[in-house]
């Protein structure tokens, strides 16, 4: 792809409703200097496909969306979600499952929406898609845990509170595993596959003021740190491909298959190549 845009979503996964309103989306844009062209939030799959449409028209650009985007499973876990936790484990990373029984599906109505604009699906077997507006799945986690420009080796505590922790503390720990993770982000500057935080207001605010311990105003800042780190994944996909990323999914898929598409350290991928899928 050439002039590329990295897209990073981190989707809500419910569907918006006059009854029920969507939580907040979280949308980051990248150049591929890894520039922040823009950044915000919105609420419900139509107002994120104007924010997209708004943005991307006729442009090569590669979105990475942190949601479900394709569920053919009756029941229980898709393959690439029970890879995660196979491949992942010992990082303390695992997926949540999502089959057609599921009552969010906001991911697939997002997908539907930008297929009727010209955008595709891809699943990944084949590496990166060489041109157009393509849509595929990620995890933040996986990035985190599966690059070593970030240094983590355990996911950081920033979102789900671990048992051992007493509820008092919750917050406040919560928002210093944050800071440290946006921290670290911020320092992919210099990075091979850079970004920088700093190169637009809304995602400087993350570097700029600490993380808030109220619930509300920390989702807020949490949804669009997750969104700049799917953005970024969609750049290292888009320069190492397989290389330094793996598909999670079922190895004998199609391009339209349900998958994963993760960065991933030696010790994070199968033994065996034929077993990519398993």
């Known amino acids: 792809m050439t002039a590329q845009r ?17 939580r907040e989306t979280a949308l980051v844009l990248l150049d591929d200097h890894g520039r922040v062209l823009d950044a915000g939030w919105c609420r419900g799959v139509e107002a994120v496909v104007s924010w997209v ?14 949601a479900p985007l394709v569920v053919d499973n009756p029941t229980g876990q898709r393959t690439c979600e029970k890879q995660v936790g196979q491949r992942y484990w010992r990082s303390q990373v695992f997926a949540n499952s999502t089959s057609l029984t599921s009552p969010h599906d906001a991911g697939l109505r997002l997908r539907a929406a930008l297929e009727e604009r010209g955008w595709r699906y891809d699943a990944g077997w084949n590496g990166p898609a060489a041109s157009g507006r393509v849509i595929s799945e990620c995890y933040p986690y996986t990035a985190i845990v599966g690059v070593d420009e970030l240094g983590y080796e355990e996911r950081p505590r ?29 320092a992919l500057v210099d990075a091979p596959v850079p970004l ?13 003021a600490p993380s808030p311990t109220a619930e509300g105003p920390y989702k807020h800042r949490e949804d669009l740190l997750d969104a700049a780190i799917c953005a ?47």
């Open 53 to 66: 449409d708004d943005r991307v028209e006729g442009e090569d650009v590669l979105a990475f969306v942190d």
């Open 232 to 278: 970024w994944t969609a750049a290292y996909w888009h320069r190492f491909g397989l290389e330094r990323c793996q598909v999670l999914g079922d190895a004998l898929g199609t391009s339209g298959s349900a998958t994963i598409i993760a960065p991933a350290k030696p010790g994070q991928r199968p033994l065996e190549p034929s077993l990519a899928g398993v």
């Open 158 to 186: 920033y979102k789900r509170k671990p048992r051992s922790v007493r509820s008092s503390e919750w917050s406040q720990l919560r928002a210093q595993e944050c800071d440290e993770l946006i921290r670290r982000v911020a």
């Open 196 to 208: 920088d935080l700093a190169s637009h207001p809304v995602t400087a605010s993350l570097v700029d």
């Open 6 to 22: 990295f897209l990073g979503i981190d989707l809500a996964w419910g569907v918006h409703t006059a009854a029920r309103p969507a």
